[in-house]
Nanobody, 124 residues
Framework: QVRLVESGGGWVQSGGSLRLSCAAS????????MGWFRQAPGKEREFVAT????????YYAESAKGRFTISRDNAKRTMWLRMTSLKPEDTAVYYC?????????????????WGQGIQVTVAS
């Protein structure tokens, strides 16, 4: 099993930037595909980005392309989501997640382990 803890969220004005971190403990970090998801009030959880076990491939939701960058450092057991040009519609609770199938997925049902989530609020 892997335990995930997010940090780096907060309040930012529209157009600003934030970097979320996801620190992992427990099982070998490189055994997992990692992903970011988010859930806004009254909406379903949605895919944001995912990264393969070695960082060799990344995938983004259309809403994140060109603005967000997912990355990881297996030695540090950490994943990041760099978010730029933030918009009010990016306001949500952001979750990091781990998938042990080693096949990159955008479906939250494929992810087995989840962090507690962290709030990101973008003011207009």
């Amino acid at each position: 099993q892997v335990r995930l803890v997010e940090s780096g969220g907060g309040w930012v004005q529209s157009g600003g930037s934030l970097r979320l971190s996801c620190a992992a403990s427990g099982s070998t970090f490189s055994d997992y595909v990692m992903g970011w998801f988010r859930q806004a009030p009254g909406k379903e959880r949605e895919f944001v980005a995912t990264i393969t076990w070695d960082g060799g491939a990344t995938y983004y939701a259309e809403s994140a392309k060109g603005r967000f960058t997912i990355s990881r450092d297996n030695a540090k057991r950490t994943m990041w989501l760099r978010m730029t040009s933030l918009k009010p519609e990016d306001t949500a609770v952001y979750y990091c997640a781990a998938d042990d199938t080693l096949r990159a997925s955008t479906d939250s049902l494929d992810f087995d382990y989840w962090g507690q989530g962290i709030q990101v609020t973008v003011a207009s």
